[in-house]
């Protein structure tokens, strides 16, 4: 059974108004049973594999990567050339997004490419899975033996439903909180007590009762915007096609975060100015955005005149939810369906990783070997300058130091589930009247409530 929710940080490739994004779950919160319904997959097309349409924009990193992708596969397997149209948005999200929309209504409709790309939080994954739009791609894998054990699997298992694999994801991102040891001993801040996501709450509104405390508890305030996706709270159930918004977790994170400070909404940290913020009493935790290259040009820095600590926030079982940021589905009615799964195939390969180790900066890898490899080849052992104009806080050059990186990757291994975002189902965006001051949370929870109710009915 899966569950949907979330906004993601940047929305750049998908987006369908009337399949606007959803969160989908392995679920994290105890005590909660329901009979999920079957996902029914319609059954293949007659197969010709003759050829291999995907579709893609100019917008956003992905495209990058795709521009790669299809340039050398294209070299390398000239017998089963990919044909890839990429619509030019000039650099508008908007021209994007309509472009996009478009596409994936004639993919509703039965035609378009075979690959549909996924990026951000702007296309309800859960609702194409149910509308049978997808194809199931776990026979291809089965026949061909694919080796799963060298990629996360807890992220991968997220495109699995009922035994069908019906998406398949390529790159996450997971909620990592950064500070320094004399931060923490000035707080009083227990990181043991933050086991579970109720544990972090409890810490989070000591330090917000207590007057003396001068440090914001995040530097940005989007850092706790994703709450619910984080504690991997179920509020919202497709199988049921209700919302349940009584969970006492979403009002005591609501209340905390309408007291947080810092940064406005949608700031994300970025650079060496948290690093600053946090030597110079301002902040207690940072959230780097990008989370891949922000790591050694944020967090790293605090080892320029601290100790650097980290923590992921836990879900409220202890474990970590993950983030999809970009995964890819064949369409059910693909008559391709074997070049679509090479395709594919190659898009997790090493060999296709290494070729483009200079786009994953953003976000993490699916591939374990892949986050490794850009940490040798792009970060390690590279002092990275402090210099102006970026450096104007007098800190010295940051050396990256392999014990920290190893210590974040083990919390990778550490993920129990993932999602796909939802920016419809989001539970924050649902409770825009709340965060504004225009209602109370009783009238505002109310009101989302139906909201999502009517959105899970359509």
Request: aromatic share 14%.
């Amino acid at each position: 059974m899966k569950y949907l929710c979330s906004k993601i940080l940047c929305p750049l490739l998908v987006c369908l108004i009337s399949l606007t994004s959803c969160t989908s779950y392995k679920n994290a919160y105890s005590g909660i049973s329901s009979e999920s319904t079957p996902i029914e997959v319609p059954p293949p097309v007659e197969q010709t594999n003759t050829e291999l349409n995907i579709w893609y924009t100019d917008y956003g990193t992905s495209a990058n990567f795709l521009d790669a992708a299809v340039s050398l596969y294209n070299q390398q397997y000239p017998d089963r050339m990919v044909t890839a149209e990429k619509f030019f948005a000039d650099g508008s999200i908007e021209n994007s997004d309509a472009a996009t929309q478009q596409m994936l209504t004639e993919v509703m409709a039965g035609s378009g490419p075979d690959l549909i790309f996924f990026t951000g939080s702007s296309t309800d994954i859960e609702k194409m899975v149910r509308r049978g739009v997808f194809a199931d791609m776990e026979p291809y894998f089965e026949a061909d033996n694919f080796d799963w054990s060298v990629y996360n699997q807890a992220v991968m298992d997220a495109g699995v439903w009922d035994g069908h694999r019906l998406v398949i994801p390529l790159q996450y991102n997971f909620p990592m909180l950064y500070t320094s040891q004399t931060a923490l001993d000035e707080t009083g801040f227990s990181m043991e007590n933050c086991d579970t996501f109720g544990g972090l709450l409890d810490e989070i509104e000591a330090i917000q009762a207590d007057s003396d405390q001068t440090r914001e508890v995040f530097r940005a305030k989007f850092t706790f915007y994703n709450f619910a996706n984080y504690a991997g709270i179920p509020y919202v159930d497709y199988d049921r096609q209700k919302a349940d918004l009584s969970f006492p977790e979403l009002q005591q994170s609501a209340e905390i975060f309408q007291n947080l400070e810092g940064l406005e909404l949608g700031t994300y940290d970025m650079g060496i100015d948290s690093a600053a913020d946090i030597r110079d009493g301002k902040a207690l935790w940072i959230c780097p955005f990008p989370p891949v290259d922000g790591f050694y040009t944020g967090p790293e820095v605090i080892n320029t005149f601290d100790d650097m600590v980290m923590m992921p926030i836990r879900d409220v079982n202890g474990g970590i939810q993950a983030e999809i940021t970009w995964a890819v589905a064949v369409r059910n009615n693909s008559p391709n369906l074997q070049n679509a799964y090479e395709f594919i195939k190659y898009l997790l390969s090493e060999e296709y990783h290494t070729e483009t180790l200079n786009y994953r900066w953003l976000y993490y890898s699916v591939l374990d070997a892949a986050n490794d490899a850009y940490f040798q080849d792009y970060v390690y052992g590279r002092a990275v300058p402090l210099t102006p104009p970026k450096n104007t806080y007098g800190l010295d050059s940051v050396d990256v130091r392999q014990e920290d990186f190893d210590e974040l990757m083990d919390y990778t291994r550490q993920i129990t589930g993932a999602y796909f975002s939802c920016a419809e189902t989001n539970f924050m965006r649902n409770m825009r009247d709340y965060i504004s001051g225009e209602a109370s949370y009783e009238e505002a929870i109310q009101d989302a409530e139906k909201q999502l109710n009517l959105y899970l009915s359509e």
